[in-house]
């Protein structure tokens, strides 16, 4: 079995920035991505930023620019450093990941347990 922790969620002011991670922890043979979704209150689960293994990375086409993911792969972690934050971006985000566990073959997605954000004055 694999786990995700998550931390670093919080509430911060309009403008403000906050930094997520995300460490993945397991039995764990390779990493094919590693991201970020988010979910508001009454909308769908979206995706944030995806980073695969060695590749250029994914984002929201309304998060450029304001959101960087990165990743520190001996760490098998996964971070996703937030700036200029709005109300808008007010959710449950979520850790995300793709991975082959020690003794299988075929790729796993696993889920963190999601750390809350909240952007209010």
């Known amino acids: 079995q694999v786990q995700l922790v998550e931390s670093g969620g919080g509430s911060v002011q309009p403008g403000g920035s906050l930094r997520l991670s995300c460490a993945a922890d397991?039995?764990?043979?390779?990493?094919?991505?590693m991201g970020w979704y988010r979910q508001a209150p009454g909308k769908e689960r979206e995706l944030v930023a995806t980073?695969?293994?060695?590749?250029?990375?994914t984002y929201a086409d309304s998060l450029k620019g304001r959101f960087t993911i990165s990743r520190d792969n001996a760490k098998k972690t996964v971070y996703l450093q937030m700036n200029n934050l709005k109300p808008e971006d007010t959710a449950v985000y979520y850790c995300?990941?793709?991975?082959?566990?020690?003794?299988?073959?075929?790729?796993?997605?696993?889920w963190g347990q999601g750390t809350q954000v909240t952007v209010s004055s």
């Open positions: 995300h990941t793709e991975l082959i566990e020690y003794g299988n073959v075929w790729y796993s997605n696993y």
């Open positions: 397991g039995e764990i043979r390779s990493i094919k991505f």
């Open positions: 980073k695969p293994t060695g590749g250029t990375p």
